[in-house]
């Protein structure tokens, strides 16, 4: 059950870099997972140009201000763990 008392903020770096390692596939697999959980009121998705850590191993994912390196096959453990994991 969700917990949060705010709204989460994820912002996904859709830059060439983050693009090149699956940004379009953490989008596609974070917004099935907000709209399947019924969080599109308490997960506001974003994205961003480069956000300055191209050198990291994965897309880099802003949540509510703190930057995680997300492999496109670990989206739901992402979302478990540190989106609603970080809510409750």
Same mark, same amino acid.
């Given at each position: 059950?969700?917990?949060? =008392?705010? @709204?989460?903020? &994820?912002?996904?770096?859709? !830059?060439?870099? =983050?693009?090149?390692?699956?940004? #379009? #596939?953490? &989008?596609? !697999? @974070? %917004?099935? @997972?907000? %709209?399947?959980?019924? @969080? %599109?009121?308490?997960?506001?998705?974003?994205?961003?140009? =480069?956000? !300055? #850590? =191209?050198?990291?191993?994965?897309?880099?994912?802003?949540?509510?201000?703190?930057?995680?390196? &997300?492999?496109?096959?670990?989206?739901?453990?992402?979302?478990?763990?540190?989106?609603?994991? !970080?809510? #409750?």
């Amino acid at each position: 059950m969700w917990e949060g =008392c705010g @709204l989460t903020e &994820v912002v996904i770096c859709v !830059g060439s870099s =983050c693009h090149l390692k699956g940004a #379009r #596939r953490v &989008v596609e !697999g @974070l %917004t099935k @997972l907000v %709209t399947e959980q019924g @969080l %599109t009121e308490k997960v506001k998705l974003s994205g961003s140009f =480069c956000m !300055g #850590r =191209c050198e990291e191993a994965g897309v880099s994912v802003k949540v509510n201000g703190e930057i995680h390196f &997300v492999d496109p096959d670990q989206i739901k453990e992402f979302f478990d763990n540190v989106i609603i994991g !970080g809510n #409750r």
